[in-house]
Nanobody, 124 residues
């Protein structure tokens, strides 16, 4: 079992920044990859970024490349999503997820555990 709790969401103006955190517990954090996903109103959940167990490997969806950075601190059992140059289209509920068997993938089905999510709203 893995428990995930996100924090750091909020309301920000376009061009601003936020840093999301996801605290994990229940299994050795460094043994699984992590991902961030988001779901905007009326849309399907979509992949944002993922990071490997060690943190050496990262992948991003094209729309956030150069603006978002995923990182992890295995000593603190936490994964982060630094979001810069935010746009109104980034508005969504952001959720972290644990990929126990893989290296961090784009497909939702690869992830076994999910957090409840944190709301990010970007005003224009």
């Amino acid at each position: 079992q893995v428990q995930l709790v996100e924090s750091g969401g909020g309301l920000v103006q376009a061009g601003g920044s936020l840093r999301l955190s996801c605290a994990a517990s229940g299994r050795t954090f460094s043994s699984y990859a992590m991902g961030w996903f988001r779901q905007a109103p009326g849309k399907e959940r979509e992949f944002v970024a993922a990071i490997s167990r060690s943190g050496a490997g990262t992948i991003y969806t094209d729309s956030v490349k150069g603006r978002f950075t995923i990182s992890r601190d295995n000593a603190k059992n936490t994964v982060y999503l630094q979001m810069n140059s935010l746009k109104p289209e980034d508005t969504a509920v952001y959720s972290c997820a644990a990929d126990l068997a893989g290296v961090g993938a784009r497909r939702l089905s690869e992830y076994e555990y999910w957090g409840q999510g944190t709301q990010v709203t970007v005003s224009s």
